[in-house]
């Protein structure tokens, strides 16, 4: 009788150490050739745990664009980004942006990542996946520089996109001051700046591509978008007051959204504490489309 427990409770225990490398979705990796770059761009791709399984399901994506000085591998190996996916049962797309503010560069004319975004990899994902193809199956979000990417390519795509969410967002109304010497002096940041936005910084470009202006361009199917920005309050870049400046600018405009400041700074610890809350918002706007 001691022996058939014994048995009982190895079992389950065996069970219990087992479960959680069951639940753990893999991690599939797409190395694409991307005919606009010239290219390969890889991008991960994490997929629902019934996703072999149920095989004429549909499935909401959420792409997740990394900060500056990041890559696509960021997300899975320093978030948990996984359980989430998991969680909510969604298709999760990281692509590699580089350092290209998710932009069709006005310096470097074969740097064309947003156009990468829009024309190669959305459509390569929709052709060997099986996502959603509706704007309220499909969501943006990013960390950072990701984040000016996610609401950049979001407010100007809105008819793409249901939803749309970043985290510490890279937000600024004008270019920061002293950037296009810091280029001509070899700083790296401002250097990047003007790999993207002109050197010297062209401010119609950097017009073109705000947040901002954008956000008033296409303010009727905005105010029918889902969007949530959050923002730490001792970010060290001071991205809070573009943030709270977006918040003001889209209350102006009568456009809808969730808008937070939080104790914190500009640091993976912040997105950690705060990640869950943005898949949350997105899976509100996911769940009826996703409703069988």
């Known amino acids: 009788m001691k022996s058939k427990a014994f048995l009982i409770l190895l079992v389950c225990l065996l069970c219990a150490i087992c479960a959680p490398a069951q639940r753990q979705p893999a991690i599939q990796t797409v190395q694409f050739q991307s005919s606009l770059l010239g290219k390969t761009l890889p991008y991960n791709v994490i997929l629902p745990h019934d996703y072999e399984t149920s095989r004429t399901t549909r499935y909401p994506v959420l792409y997740l664009l990394h900060g500056l000085f990041g890559h696509y591998t960021d997300w899975a190996t320093k978030t948990n980004v996984a359980d989430y996916a998991a969680q909510y049962r969604i298709i999760v797309v990281m692509p590699e942006g580089n350092d290209a503010w998710y932009t069709d560069s006005a310096s470097v004319p074969s740097d064309k990542y947003e156009s990468y975004i829009l024309k190669e990899l959305i459509p390569d994902v929709q052709k060997r996946y099986r996502t959603i193809e509706t704007r309220y199956g499909r969501s943006i979000a990013g960390l950072s520089m990701g984040g000016y990417g996610a609401l950049r390519i979001g407010f100007a795509q809105p008819e793409l996109f249901g939803s749309i969410s970043a985290h ?60 949530y920005f ?61 409703r069988p």
Request: net charge negative.
């Open 168 to 227: 510490s967002a890279a937000l600024m109304r004008d270019p920061p001051q002293g950037v296009n010497a810091g280029a001509s002096a070899g700083n790296l940041a401002a250097r990047i700046l003007a790999n993207v936005f002109g050197n010297p910084i062209d401010q119609k470009f950097w017009d073109l591509n705000s947040p901002f202006l954008l956000a008033r361009k296409n303010s009727h199917l905005l105010a029918k978008t889902n969007i």
């Open 230 to 290: 959050d923002c730490g309050t001792e970010d060290s870049y001071g991205f809070y007051r573009g943030a709270s400046e977006l918040d003001q600018s889209l209350n102006f405009l009568k456009i809808p959204h969730e808008f937070h400041l939080y104790p914190g700074g500009h640091s993976i610890s912040y997105l950690l504490a705060h990640l869950e809350a943005s898949y949350e918002f997105h899976w509100r706007v996911f769940e009826p489309a996703h």
